[in-house]
């Protein structure tokens, strides 16, 4: 496949219909969120799209992100995204090894430099090289080097994103997101433990079409993470009733009241979950009767249990209020002698009041 | 029963199971609206299913009461899509499939006939193509 | 002697501040609704008259006394100290404006005893030599003569032997041994001499064993309103030593409500101890004598009757149910003002006010809210309990053109008692 | 700090750090009332202190009729934005879920849109009741600045719960963010402002009821 060529021009040649085309775009649309009145426009502009070079990065991360995409069962829209980039590096998935691979990155950033569009999952750690090296090269290093020729990033997954577990608290491996790092280039966030495939391929479509998204305080994409799992929650209508699940399995549950109490951070959670849904529309957690944990905002594994209400306290209120009460009653015994001291010495100091003490004059 | 064979109360009875998201009946009133616009100004509708927050049981029920009309199309493009009239005439339920049937994509049109039925200027232009190929090739063989 | 000072009334606010003082100026959250609790309020729609309003200087010394953050405050210069002229300009609304009626403490919402820490402030006020004039020549002579107005025994002697020979009744005096000893105000003394008559034929009639002393027939206590305990504290020990001295079994409390407080709820705390004789107000033995069928009457009164709650009788003192059961036995016709018994509007002349001259219009001025409760009911004639009521009630009927006739409850059951 | 620390932030320490100071200056401020005394009455009883003060602490919440009369407005206002604020506080399921974090009780809880309603009505009683203090001459005049500060830190959690409620403006975890905080705000005034009325009216309903019961006075 040259990269020369038009995506119109490459899929008229392997025989793709314009059905099918449209039957892309309409569904690309969909997933994107955006309204079926911009499906033209998505035609035309990925009509006439020139396949940019794509390299993706892997630093600490679990591969769940990569995972998440690939095994995605939509497979036909996949290959079509597929189509529409060239994905020159990605050491997951490439058949070259070693510094054949490395190869591969350094031609493909010195051709499309200033033009490829760099995508990295796994947070970065800090200045110990001992914990993630690729070929030799420390994670930072080869994320600023990359960055440097890179037309904008797409951070993928939450580590990227916002530092995700490897950046939980303590922190051992001093690990940052991306943004952490660099600030003069444009960053599109699409936070996840792991993403919505359909959001990966979703956003980088979009990115594609229409050029840097619309982002959110985060950097994530608005049409993505507009809304919260709270807002679009099938479950919501019980919670407006206060109808609430107290445990896994007792009545609520059954019915499938709101999972609030359980812990749900759907109301802090934006993300696509609730309409998107996961492996093909099926179903999302909250539908599986699991309250959101969260995964897409930052530091959620540091939120306290998953299971904790999200309006309760994180720390332990309980004890706090007691020990507050012991030290209360110190300083108020304290307090309180001092001033029943001012008060005896009060009284010691009375003098007896006579009538000849009433009058100002006398 | 009304004129359509359906009971009038159907709608509310038949009110999805689970914890409804008050959805359903709105999303009929934007389908009536699309059918009074397109017969006052021909202006064409789409309606995302995806978009719309609907509680597990919910679509069923609302392609229940949409039901299936005279026309039921199925195209094989990278997968199959159907393309179904409902019991609407006017109103389209299109339902798009991947390679292993499962849904990517749903949405009700309201048009004479959904864009993606009608054959395309370019498959036309390579179908005409494919025909004078297949004819000078008929004719170099005779 | 020192003479007055701020420094003595400083410290003498701070000798009453007390537990309870501190809960009710941690409660307040100025909600204002005690001044429509106030008739000088009602009456003058000055909010000067609010009852919190008028313990400023207390709340003051208490929050830069008694409290952490005000002791702060003071130390850092961020409030500033009471100072004598804060005294002195609280002085009028202390004392002219504020009966002691216990109203204000009846509505507040957070529960603050409001006329409990008026009490306390007049304490400081007094020692600070910031007490109107009136009370302080009235407690002058309540020392040094034995009655604020004066009255000495011969005048009480003179009033008994008139009585004697009109009533034809015996005014026992000095009776070692007797059940009661009986007080008076001297207000009744000199102006409603028909009690000491009034009592004596109930007294007989009823077979009730009683006296009167000769070293201790005043009752009221110009201490306590002016607010020195030490002074109210000897006022109330001239009567222990002559009722211990007497081996009386009770004390008669006269109907003047703020002597009845006066020896009923202070006494025993001013002296210091409790007593080893009860003390009643003459409407609660005269209720005991009802219901031990001992007050048998001849006749009815046929005007319809309405009865002034005394403050310090019904609403400070729980004096409430007798006064009522007594006219259901005296009359048939007897109704209820608006906000009555407890809630009962003060005639406006308690608490000292009416021995304050500088008060007397403002006084007057407040009458307009009993007058309001009166023209509700139309009644033919006033019973209250209260010589100082009494006076006040018929110089403010006099002020606003009624003619209504005023009785004493004592009085009128004397006159309609059974002959035999 | 992102939005999602500053929701930490306020559910953690600061949270633990704003119950430590009310607890302790609650009971501090107690300690300071109760610890200055009151001597004994020696006056022979009439009735029962106690049952004179318990009676009050109960019955002083409802007021006579006389008062309804002349403080109608802010007997109603303040019943509202009183049982406004017991509704909004103790009965949104959120909120219980917090009771249950430091007691381990818990209760039922009304729906949220009730609350919602609810704390709407709570608001404009509460806008009613500030712009009576500014008006009425006699509250006016009582008024300093500890009773409009009070005033605020009461509103404040009120309009912040609404807007995160109703997600106005800001991202969810800083609309919830900002209402906790102002709770905290709340919570670390509670003892050294008015606000402590809320426990100090009870010790004052108490001691006027004790001192009425115990000469037999109706209170």
Known sequence: MSKDKTLGETLQERGVSRRSFLKFCATTASMMALPPAMIPVIAATLEKLRRPSVIWLSFQECTGCTESLTRSHSATIEDLIFDTISLDYHHTLQAASGSAAEHAREEAMQENYGNYILVVDGSIPGENNGYSTIAGISNKAMLLEVAAGAAAIVAVGSCAAFGGIPKADPNPTGAVSVSDLIKDKPIVNIPGCPPIPAVITGVLVQFLTFGLPELDQLGRPAAFYGNSIHDRCYRRPFYDKGLFADSFDDEGAKKGWCLFKLGCKGPTTYNACATTKWNDGTSFPIEAGHPCLGCSEPDFWDAGSFYKALSTPTEDIGKTAVYAGAAGLIAGAALGASLRARKQSAVKNHERVTIDDLDQES | MTANGMPASTIASSAPCAPPTGNLVPLLHEIRHALTRWLEQGEEHVIDLRSIPLAPGEEDSLLEQLGEGEVNARLSITGPSDIIETRYPAVWLITHYNENESIIGRFIEICEVPGILKSQADDIRAGLERLEDQLSNAETRA | ?420 | MTDAEFLLWVRGPAFTTATFIMCAGLVIRFLEIFLLGRKADLAEARGSAFAGGFRTMFKRSIPDAGSFERSGFTLVSGYIFHIGLFIVIFLFVPHILVFEAATGLSWPGLPSNIIDATNVVTMIALLAVLIHRIKDPVMRMLSEFNDYLVWFVTFLPLLTGYLAFHRVGLSAPMLIGLHILSVELLMVLFPFTKLSHAFTLWMARWYNGAIAGYKGVQS
């Not at chain 3, 307040?28 to 309003?53: N, Q, S, W």
């Not at chain 3, 025994?153 to 009109?166: C, D, F, G, N, Y």
């Not at chain 3, 210091?272 to 009164?301: A, P, S, Y």
């Open chain 3, 1 to 420: 002697m020192s003479g007055p000072s701020f420094e003595r009334g400083y410290n003498a606010l701070k000798e009453e501040i007390d537990a309870p003082t501190a809960a009710f100026f941690s409660s307040c959250v100025h909600c204002g609704m005690c001044a429509e609790a106030c008739l000088f309020f009602t009456e003058t729609r000055d909010p000067k008259y609010t009852p919190i309003h008028k313990l400023e200087p207390l709340r003051k010394v208490w929050k830069q006394e008694y409290t952490f953050w005000g002791k702060l405050g003071k130390a850092l210069g961020l409030s500033r100290p009471l100072t004598d002229q804060d005294l002195a300009d609280w002085e009028s609304l202390v004392y002219d404006s504020c009966t002691l009626c216990g109203r204000c403490s009846m509505v507040c919402p957070v529960g603050n005893d409001i006329t409990y820490m008026i009490r306390k402030l007049r304490e400081g006020m007094a020692a600070a030599g910031h007490a109107p004039k009136g009370l302080i020549d009235a407690t002058k002579r309540a020392v040094t003569i034995g009655s604020p107005m004066g009255v000495k025994l011969p005048a009480l002697q003179a009033q008994i032997r008139h009585t004697e020979k009109e009533y034809d009744v015996k005014v026992p005096m000095d009776v070692e041994g007797a059940e009661y000893l009986c007080l008076l105000s001297s207000m009744e003394i000199m102006n409603f001499p028909e009690y000491i008559g009034s009592i004596a034929r109930i007294f007989k009639k009823a077979k009730v064993s009683w006296t009167l002393s000769s070293q201790a027939f005043e009752a009221t206590n110009s201490g306590i309103q002016i607010g020195v305990s030490d002074i109210a504290a000897e006022l109330v020990q001239r009567i222990v030593d002559v009722a211990e001295e007497l081996k009386v079994k009770a004390v008669i409390s006269p109907e003047c409500g703020h002597a009845y407080m006066a020896i009923r709820w202070d006494g025993p705390n001013l002296v210091g101890k409790r007593f080893n004789f009860k003390v009643v107000h003459i409407l609660e033995l005269l209720d005991e004598l009802r219901t031990q069928g001992r007050l048998k009457m001849k006749d009815k009164e046929a005007r319809k009757l309405t009865y002034h709650d005394p403050c310090q009788i019904a609403r400070r003192g729980g004096v409430i149910d007798q006064p009522r059961n007594l006219l259901n036995m005296l009359a048939d016709n007897f109704v209820e003002m608006p906000e009555t018994g407890k809630m009962n509007w003060c005639c406006g002349a308690g608490g000292g006010v009416s021995s304050n001259e500088r008060a007397d219009d403002l006084r007057l001025k407040t009458f307009a809210r009993k007058k309001a409760q009166l023209d509700t009911i139309n009644v033919d004639a006033i019973v209250s309990a209260c010589s100082n009521c009494r006076i006040h009630l018929e110089e403010g009927l006099e002020e606003y053109h009624m003619e209504l006739p005023l009785l004493s409850l004592t009085e009128t059951i004397a006159e309609h008692l059974a002959e035999e």
